[in-house]
């Protein structure tokens, strides 16, 4: 993050002070995850960032403009996660079994609300809503990902598999906002994923 430089008081020691866009940026984005995007304007914004209307605006050309950085952020953080976990086990099966173990652990907790883009798709229903394309965009990344790893693991029906998968995990996400606290459907995904690898590529003895 850049930071400004300023100087405490009492000690005249620089110290790190975020810019102004850059609290804006990080409100906004803890705002949009817990409230959801159409019930936080710009004036909630400001006012939590501790400025003004003037400098949001100064900072980003539209509301729409930061919705769409916020999801980019959101599918970046999740390749990097998703990256980690792939490059810790040796082949697809268990990379699949691993990523879903991440997945459940992840979600069934109390500071989870789903997906933030799976989230912003049904907010955002308007087809040229740049926030909404992102998130397209990110879920087409996530389906094409999955259909990769199920490829891999010689399932002769690879892109049925992948789909199964990317259902499950979407169908996971609502859950976890349907049932509310950290029991539901979401803690059996894990298994499910299992069950559907060994169904679609049963492993030769």
């Known amino acids: 993050m850049t930071a400004d430089i300023s100087v405490t008081a009492n000690q005249g020691v620089p110290c790190a002070k ?16 817990k409230h959801g995007i159409r019930d936080v304007g710009v004036d909630l914004i400001a006012s939590e960032a501790g400025t003004n209307k003037m400098s949001f605006y100064r900072s980003f050309a539209s509301k729409d403009d930061l ?23 040796p082949d697809a099966r268990r990379q699949i079994a691993a990523l879903f173990d991440a997945f459940v652990a992840k979600n069934c907790c109390e500071q989870s609300r789903g ?11 308007e087809e ?3 926030g909404r394309q992102v998130a397209i965009k990110q879920k087409m990344e996530m389906r094409r ?19 199964a998968l990317m259902l499950l995990m979407e169908g996971g996400f609502l859950s976890r906002r349907t049932f509310g606290g950290v029991r539901g ?13 060994k169904a679609y590529a049963p492993e030769s003895n």
């Open 67 to 89: 919705v769409a950085e916020y999801l980019e952020q959101k599918g970046n953080e999740t390749w990097v996660w998703w990256d980690a976990i792939v490059a810790a086990h």
């Open 128 to 130: 040229d809503h740049p």
């Open 185 to 197: 459907p979401l803690e059996t995904a894990a298994l499910t994923a299992r069950v559907l690898i």
């Open 145 to 163: 990902r999955l259909r990769e790893l199920a490829a891999r693991t010689g399932a002769e029906k690879a892109d049925e598999l992948g789909d």
């Open 18 to 33: 975020p810019r102004v866009r850059d609290r804006i940026f990080e409100t906004a984005c803890e705002l949009f995850y």
């Open 115 to 125: 997906c933030a883009l799976a989230n912003a798709a049904v907010e955002l229903a």
